[in-house]
T-cell receptor, first 116, second 113 residues
């Protein structure tokens, strides 16, 4: 089966512009997560969807970030307007089962965002 | 929140040597995963191991959930093993379907030929 895919692989934008990242989870995976690694620091959780419903968005840094998962399939993460500190690698992950069972997460290759 | 500490932060080995990486976590968790970040930045799943021991070729992992630690063993290391190894612990908010993983800072392994 195909793995988690993310697009674009790399995005370079100027401060104040808008960028939209896309994630396609593994087919059949209801759980979708966004994480990011900024300034070479630790990988941090942003939010969690179960199908189209946001379960936890406690990791979203501020209201410049908006995540959607219409139809419960792919997800988008929009940053508007982008700031310099948003530069980093944005990872998407998906898992099949609920948290009452196995919840192994599979990660996409990441989108490297550079804000100039 | 849960704290995850990995040690050592950096490790340099000669090809063929064995190594042990450690992951300590501060509270009970639902699951634990080990990842290898390759030179292209991709996170490769190594083990899903909330408890017990698993082996995959030259790699094996053990998690002792009651003592809140996990170990990743690499035997007969090869230059292709180089990269960053992350431990991530997953946990669910009680009474909800919400869950997340918290990552350690990683161990950077360099295997020299």
């Amino acid at each position: 089966e195909a793995g988690v895919t993310q697009f674009p692989s790399h995005s370079v934008i100027e401060k104040g512009q808008t960028v939209t990242l896309r994630c396609d989870p593994i087919s059949g995976h209801d759980n979708l997560y966004w994480y990011r690694r900024v300034m070479g620091k630790e990988i941090k959780f942003l939010l969690h969807f179960v199908k189209e419903s946001k379960q936890d968005e406690s990791g979203m840094p501020n209201n410049r970030f908006l995540a959607e998962r219409t139809g419960g399939t792919y997800s988008t993460l929009k940053v508007q307007p982008a700031e310099l500190e948003d530069s980093g690698v944005y990872f998407c992950a998906s898992s099949r089962r609920s948290w009452t069972g196995s919840n192994e997460q599979f990660f996409g290759p990441g989108t490297r965002l550079t804000v100039l | 929140g849960i704290q995850v500490e990995q040690s050592p932060p950096d490790l340099i080995l000669q090809e063929g040597a064995n190594s042990t990486l450690r992951c300590n976590f501060s509270d009970s968790v639902n699951n634990l995963q080990w990842f290898h970040q390759n030179p292209w930045g991709q996170l490769i799943n190594l083990f899903y191991i909330p408890s017990g021991t698993k082996q995959n070729g030259r790699l094996s992992a053990t998690t002792v959930a009651t003592e809140r630690y996990s170990l990743l063993y690499i035997s007969s290391s090869q230059t292709t093993d180089s990269g960053v190894y992350f431990c991530a612990v997953g946990y669910r908010k009680l009474g909800t379907n919400a869950g997340k993983s918290t990552f350690g800072d990683g161990t950077t392994l360099t295997v020299k030929p």
